[in-house]
């Protein structure tokens, strides 16, 4: 597709219950993040694959958060178990290289999650 | 720690004026800085970056300046539109990979 595709758009999750969200990165591009973004704040990392490796995952809160990339391509991130703190904005964001400078990174419009 | 943040958290200005978006940050070893602009409800938008070994880069009614001394990143915004109304964040490069963003200054243009 022309961008980054992330669904579903908004979901209402109740507490404990999991939640599994999608990304769609640009094709072509190697490098695939996903960012939380709570309200009024701005996206912190969570995680980082090349390719299919999950190079980096320090940002992810706890061992409830789990990512995938298995093709390279389309990307999961799961959240088990989920709770009311969980409730932000996951963004997921690709750039066709690695490393930063130069390397612009394109992001979806994010998955709104909301825990009740 | 090191971090990147914003001098101010809002800015409303009149509509065709000029507008000037201030970002601080501690990391001197940085080298390449990037602003976003992001709408309500969207993801963030690349607008403008910059690398270390420049202090000024313009495009498209926008300006990116860097003072390395002070450690300081301005966004100027010309002849500002009401479209221009949104969340600008600077963000620094993190890991090796990734960016760092800062809070974000919402501007709001008047008409």
């Known amino acids: 597709g022309a961008g980054v595709s992330q669904s579903p758009r908004y979901k209402v999750a109740k507490r404990g219950q999991d939640v599994a969200l999608r990304c769609d990165p640009i094709s072509g591009h190697v490098s695939l993040f996903w960012y939380q973004q709570a309200l009024g704040q701005g996206p912190e990392f969570l995680t980082y694959f090349q390719n299919e490796a999950q190079l980096d995952k320090s940002g992810l809160p706890s061992d409830r958060f789990f990512a995938e990339r298995p093709e390279g391509s389309v990307s999961t991130l799961k959240i088990q178990r989920t709770q009311q703190e969980d409730s932000a904005v996951y963004l997921c964001?690709?750039?066709?290289?690695?490393?930063?400078?130069?390397?612009?990174?394109?992001f979806g419009e994010g998955s709104w999650l909301t825990v009740v | 720690g090191e971090s990147v943040g914003l001098h101010l958290p809002t800015l409303s200005v009149q509509e065709g004026d000029n507008s000037i978006i201030n970002c601080a940050y501690s990391?001197?070893?940085?080298?390449?800085f990037i602003w976003y602009k992001q709408e309500s409800g969207k993801g963030p938008q690349f607008i403008i970056d910059i690398r270390s070994n420049m202090d000024k880069r313009q495009g498209q009614r926008v300006t990116v300046l860097l003072n390395k001394t002070v450690k300081h990143l301005s966004l100027q915004i010309a002849a500002t539109q009401p479209g221009d109304s949104a969340v600008y964040f600077c963000a620094e490069p993190h890991h090796s990979n990734d960016m760092r963003f800062g809070a974000g200054t919402r501007l709001t243009v008047k008409p």
């Open positions: 964001a690709s750039s066709f290289n690695t490393g930063t400078a130069g390397n612009t990174i394109y």
């Open positions: 990391n001197s070893a940085s080298d390449y």
